[in-house]
């Protein structure tokens, strides 16, 4: 098997553009994206954030009623 490493960039909408001739066609191939781990962790937690704002099972936390607590409820926590 042979690697083959090369620089991208992703466009404005976070799609991956690979233009990179492999001079094969209807072939499969086996691609590998590295991510540093900063950018990786962040693009998690905005991917979870995402899914979860987007999940019917939470909807019910929109509900004016489920406002229960104020800031003004409950005593500070002596550290």
Do not use: C
């Not at 553009?17 to 994206?33: A, C, E, G």
């Not at 905005?46 to 005593?75: H, Q, R």
């Amino acid at each position: 098997m042979r690697a083959i490493e090369f620089r991208s960039k992703t466009d404005v909408a976070g799609n991956l553009r690979i233009d990179y001739p492999v001079h094969k066609s209807n072939k499969k191939v086996r691609v590998i994206i590295l991510l540093d781990e900063e950018e990786q962790a962040e693009d998690e937690e905005a991917l979870w954030m995402n899914t979860v704002s987007k999940n019917p099972a939470f909807e019910y936390l929109n509900d004016d009623s489920e406002n229960i607590y104020t800031v003004n409820d409950g005593e500070p926590i002596d550290h």
